[in-house]
């Protein structure tokens, strides 16, 4: 019988091939690839959301075999994180500027020109208290009483900050006061905060870790700790401000990205949304029962007067008025 003998550079070559092969083959067979893989970059707050929202997505038809990464903190700290080149598909901020500042290296000009303003989520500003309010808590007014210790977010890292400030200020001027009158309640309120966190969960966790008497913070974040089982109450003022957060794709996103944005506005995303405590943007979801809520059967009742940045003349005006380097909260902030 004869036998052939490969060569030692022939068998090498085969081996080759058949490696080749076996690793193309699980390629198609296996993990997705890079064009499936969405980044998101977000801010804090509605992490749990975006957790379900991944998760429900992938369900989908446009979302199978989509694989995620995420990465959540600051709303003005992520913003310039991906400003400086960390990856990004899906970006969500606290507030429009957070979005703006990427434009146009990052996000191209028009990401805010559909019917939402580029906005995927609502909420408004509440006062958060230890189970039972035992401070008695029933409005602004009471937070600036001698004793009652504040907890923010700090407005030179966090968006979160920014509303819960705008809030406090606008109650003066929803009841009658005027800007020195809200500039003056401002200065007592910031004499009265014991913490100012980089970001609103970081200001969370540290009142449920026991700092201060009452926590600023977003209506969803006190429904998101009830529904996370923590003994907190909350109250909806009668004047508050409507918190509204941007989301966009960025310009080297691919399809999965821009098909999980999509996905986030319709009624089946904002729907998700409302489970945990966010104010859909769309008019047309049926919210349904909110665990964690006041009402959970009504869990986003109408405050009497909501004051929006719009009211204000927008993030440009309001940045400058209040947290630029001259503005009323800069200045109160480095005073205090």
Not at 117 to 142: E, F, L, M, Y
């Amino acid at each position: 019988m004869t036998r052939t003998h490969q060569r030692p550079a022939a068998r090498a070559a085969v081996v080759a091939a058949t490696a080749a092969l076996a690793l193309g083959l699980a390629a198609c067979s296996g993990s997705s690839s890079a064009a499936d893989k969405v980044a998101v970059v977000g801010y804090s707050v509605p992490q749990p959301a975006y957790d379900a929202l991944e998760a429900a997505f992938q369900k989908t038809d446009a979302g199978k075999g989509v694989t995620f990464t995420s990465s959540f903190g600051a709303s003005g700290s992520q913003s310039k994180a991906v400003a400086a080149g960390q990856k990004a598909d899906y970006v969500a901020f606290s507030v429009g500027p957070d979005v703006q500042n990427l434009v146009p290296a990052k996000v191209d000009a028009g990401w805010d020109a559909d019917a939402t303003k580029g906005n995927v989520s609502d909420s408004v500003v509440v006062i958060v208290t230890r189970k039972g309010n035992p401070v008695h808590i029933a409005g602004w007014d009471d937070l600036v009483k001698p004793g009652v210790k504040i907890v923010t977010a700090d407005p030179a890292s966090s968006g979160s900050a920014k509303w819960n400030i705008l809030a406090a200020y606008e109650h003066e001027v929803a009841t009658g006061g005027s800007e020195a009158d809200a500039k003056a309640y401002l200065t007592k309120f910031f004499g009265n905060t014991v913490s100012r966190a980089s970001s609103g969960a970081v200001a969370l966790t540290q009142f449920l870790g026991g700092t201060g008497d009452v926590l600023i913070s977003y209506e969803n974040e006190a429904i998101a700790a009830r529904q996370a089982g923590n003994d907190v109450d909350y109250v909806v003022p009668d004047d508050t401000f409507l918190i509204e957060n941007p989301a966009a794709v960025t310009k080297t996103a691919g399809e999965p990205a821009k098909n999980f944005l999509a996905f986030v506005k319709s009624d089946d995303g904002q729907k998700i949304f409302a489970s945990k405590g966010f104010r859909p943007v769309s008019t047309t979801v049926e919210v349904g029962t909110v665990e964690g809520a006041n009402d959970p059967a009504k869990p986003f009742p109408t405050p009497e007067h909501v004051t929006t940045i719009a009211d204000l003349g927008g993030w440009d005006a309001v940045n400058k008025k209040f947290f630029g380097d001259a503005g009323l909260v800069t200045a109160i902030e480095g005073a205090s």
